[in-house]
């Protein structure tokens, strides 16, 4: 976090740390000198929600968008794969028109949350979440008028619900022992990670068309609701990843007595 932050120029202390009642002026309009200039040359880093909304937005597969519009980092402190929205060599995001975004019903979370950044504890703390605003110069929203508070923000772009449907999978990547330096992800965990993670179409094929259903009890039903609605499919799939990963109890084996 502290990198981030130095990289924004951000220096986090009382006046700088908000939290859902603080306010701050910002509008972002059409008219504006700065429309559309702020999505180009940015890392916008996607959830597996994103990645759900998005392509479907687009009418493709997982695997398709995973490999046209996104690029894998590997953040050195967890060793596992996260996802970055892919930008063409202009660095302008693919998705931005004249007239302003054209998925913006779609758009990442990272994009609903601008202008402000979050920080999670990864430790103790955890619940002691807070936020700060990114002022940038081109920016000239923040001469604006219109007054919010975090918390009106964060309700105006959906972010609720996007943390919401994001929290078991935020669970796992802030689990503490992703962070252990004597982590060394093997191949197979790796790809477990990344199947349940992003690759949503791969996991409904793991699950219904391999012996998943052999070695798991899953009620019967919630195999329906999970059959039939793929956000539920896919909170399905990161609980999975705690029973894969840490070995959480959220799986039931059968012929188990657990
Ligand atoms: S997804 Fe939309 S809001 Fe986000 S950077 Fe691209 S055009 Fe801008
Ligand atoms: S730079 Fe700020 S005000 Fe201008 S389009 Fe981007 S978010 Fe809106």
Known sequence: M??????????????????????FKFNCHKGLSCYNTCC??????????????????????????????????????????????KL???GRCRFVAD??????DDRPLACRYYPIGFGIYKNENAGDDFYFLIKE??????????????????KSQQIDDYDDKNRVWMDVILDKKIYSPDLEPD?????????????????REFM????????????????????NDETELMLFAHQWLQYALFKKPTMRL?????
């Open 137 to 154: 110069d081109h920016c000239k929203g923040f001469g604006e008028e219109k007054e919010w508070k975090v918390g009106e923000w964060r």
């Open 187 to 203: 191949e197979k965990s790796l790809k477990m990670f990344f199947m349940a993670s992003y690759d949503i179409d791969s996991f």
């Open 99 to 104: 007239e302003g975004c054209t998925i913006y």
């Open 208 to 227: 219904f068309e391999s012996r998943f259903l052999q070695v798991f009890e899953v009620d019967e039903d919630l195999l329906e609701i999970v059959r």
């Open 2 to 23: 502290d990198n981030i932050l130095g990289k924004l120029g951000i220096e986090l202390n009382e006046q700088t740390r908000l939290t859902n009642d603080s306010s």
């Open 40 to 85: 180009s040359n940015l890392d916008i880093f996607l959830t597996p929600y994103d990645i759900l909304r998005m392509k479907n937005k687009l009418g493709i597969s997982s695997a398709e968008f995973l490999s046209e519009y996104t690029e894998p980092v590997i953040l050195k402190e967890t060793k596992l794969p996260f996802m970055k929205l």
């Open 254 to 258: 059968r012929n188990s007595e657990a």
């Open 88 to 90: 063409p060599e202009d």
